[in-house]
């Protein structure tokens, strides 16, 4: 019996659902993973004897989250103003800087792997079954978290970066409090008409600026979960670009994005943030309409 399947087996016997990933990779083996992902030992065992497959875990059938905490990819790789702390290297640091931040102590205290690439992925039973999802970058630079919808490679697995090890082997804590409202999204406004006060007429440059405003904003009111700030940061730099060719007021688009933001959950600071961000980058690019 190979080393994989073994360890296949062994996670499955924690009630952990597996399904193999591609030879030495990180992608899924199989279509429908996350539906096919299973305890069955028959099952398992079927599926290693065709190949020296990696092992995903599907945390969402089993009521996991999954904190992973990265290290930078190059020397550049560096955590941006909102998150640059004293200390914060990495996304371990990172955890530990928000720890202190609210006061607790770094939840670390649970089913630990080290990843091929160095860094750690932090096992935690989740409150509810359902409201989970993955995200990326909502707790801080570095740091993703995979749930529902999510795969994790698993312990056992190896790519070319290295060998996905068991650094805590013990029984996944409850995600900490603190950790779930911080991944809690904020009530979802009722989704009302979304628009431009000033962007009214017939004209031919307003219909214009009229449809581009509204694209933009349907863009972000779309966004998929795990994508809204990354959607609305493209909005604001687009809009951006009109606001600083002249087009329109930055006091009249910003409540709009702004407005789009919180109706698909984002808490207020972090949008309002993300849209001045945008407009800065957008105002390198001044953009007018032809007459």
Excluded at 92 to 119: C, F, I, K, N, W
Excluded at 212 to 223: C, D, G, I, K
Aim: charged share 15%; net charge positive; glycine share 12%.
């Amino acid at each position: 019996m190979s080393d994989l399947l073994n360890a296949a087996l062994a996670h499955a016997a924690r009630g952990w659902h597996v399904f193999p990933l591609i030879p030495g990779g990180k992608r899924p083996a199989i279509n429908n993973w996350e539906q096919c992902a299973t305890t069955d030992p028959a099952v398992i065992g079927h599926g290693w004897a065709n190949g020296a497959y990696n092992i995903g875990i599907a945390p969402g059938r089993c009521h996991l989250l999954v904190i992973d905490l990265d290290r930078p990819k190059h020397s550049g790789d560096t955590a941006p103003a909102k998150w640059a702390l004293p200390g914060v290297t990495d996304g371990a640091s990172m955890l530990a800087a928000l720890a202190e931040q609210h006061h607790q102590p770094y939840p670390g205290d649970t089913y630990t792997v080290r990843t091929g690439s160095g860094g750690t992925h932090l096992y935690f039973t989740a409150p509810t079954a359902d409201a989970w999802r993955n995200t990326t970058g909502t707790l801080g630079w570095k740091i993703d978290t995979r749930a529902g919808g999510g795969c994790v490679v698993a312990a056992g697995s190896t790519t070319p970066h290295g060998v996905y090890r068991v650094l805590r082997d013990t029984v996944p804590a409850p995600l900490p409090a603190w950790l779930a409202d911080l991944l809690t999204p904020a009530p979802v406004r009722s989704a009302g008409p979304v628009s431009v006060p000033l962007l009214r007429g017939s004209d031919r440059r307003t219909r214009y600026l009229a449809a581009a405003v509204n694209r933009t904003l349907a863009y972000v009111l779309a966004s998929p979960a795990d994508r809204h700030n990354a959607c609305l940061f493209g909005a604001a730099c687009s809009l951006g670009e009109l606001v600083a060719g002249g087009e329109l007021a930055e006091q009249d688009v910003f409540p709009a994005l702004l407005d789009a933001a919180l109706t698909v959950g984002q808490g207020e600071g972090e949008a309002t943030r993300t849209i001045r961000s945008g407009f800065a980058h957008g105002a390198r690019r001044p953009r007018t309409i032809a007459a």
